[in-house]
């Protein structure tokens, strides 16, 4: 049961669904992932409205977020948070180094402070200093987020931005697929990935995985609850079986089957 305490800076702690129907959303998801939702009503001072997070067995996975004024129209995402020990700080890096700070840096209520952030070739992402919450509770099982993945079309101009602004740091792997960039922490670990993107046409955006037990049987229940197949599921030697969708409202996500071994 892997479960988390603590989040390393630069590790991809959170991901959170924003969405124009949250309600919709999460039946989708926790009918694919056997979530539990909890909601939470917010207070007028945060907007209002609910917020949803995800669980499994009381541990929480994601978050579920309705719309913002003003992105009406606007298809679901999923949306990653990277870990930082002081989100003021590496706030303040963010423009020197090309990018550009979107909203904050902010306190969510108790929950810990926020900075919502683009880096230089597009991508955006949030940094997330925690205080009562860390996130992410429980990670890298079936039902929970697996691998996170910055697909950009200038991978190097990304990761320079990183790794001045939350110490992130890199490795190029050779694949039977040719070589591939992994990420790391400020502890060494690999938490991650960068590619450029597949198909023409993607804009750049962080990709978040979920691991399951059989892609091929969640891939047929995401279709038989709403999704759509956005690139069938294939076999990566050594990582696994995976493929790409997109839930009824839009937001696109991919599930990853573990290799046998």
Do not use: C
């Not at 993945?149 to 931005?161: G, Q």
């Not at 609850?225 to 069938?232: C, D, H, N, Q, W």
């Amino acid at each position: 049961m892997p479960k988390f305490e603590k989040y390393q800076q630069a590790t991809p702690n959170y991901v959170e669904l924003t969405t124009p129907d949250p309600e919709a959303g999460a039946a989708f998801y926790a009918g694919l992932f056997g979530w539990d939702i909890e909601e939470m009503p917010l207070p007028a001072e945060a907007g209002g409205g609910v917020y949803r997070q995800s669980k499994l067995d009381g541990d929480t996975v994601t978050g579920i977020s309705g719309q913002m004024p003003g992105m009406e129209g606007h298809p679901a995402f999923w949306g990653v948070y990277l870990a930082v020990d002081d989100v003021d700080a590496a706030a303040a890096k963010v423009e020197p180094a090309g990018g550009k700070v979107e909203a904050g840096p902010f306190d969510v209520m108790d929950a810990g402070r926020m900075v919502a952030i683009q880096d230089p070739t597009g991508a955006r992402v949030n940094l997330w200093q925690a205080a009562a919450s860390i996130g992410t509770e429980r990670a890298n099982e079936p039902g929970t987020p697996i691998w996170n993945e910055v697909i950009t079309p200038d991978v190097p101009k990304a990761l320079a931005f990183y790794a001045d602004v939350v110490g992130l740091g890199t490795e190029v792997m050779e694949m039977p697929e040719g070589e591939y960039t992994t990420i790391k922490n400020v502890a060494g670990d690999v938490v991650g990935g960068a590619m450029l993107p597949m198909m023409e046409g993607i804009p750049p955006h962080w990709n978040v995985y979920f691991n399951v037990e059989d892609a091929d049987a969640s891939g047929a229940r995401a279709v038989e609850l709403g999704g759509k197949v956005v690139a069938p599921n294939f076999d990566v030697q050594g990582v696994g079986r995976m493929g790409f969708y997109s839930d009824p409202q839009g937001g696109m996500f991919a599930l990853m089957q573990n290799p046998p071994a």
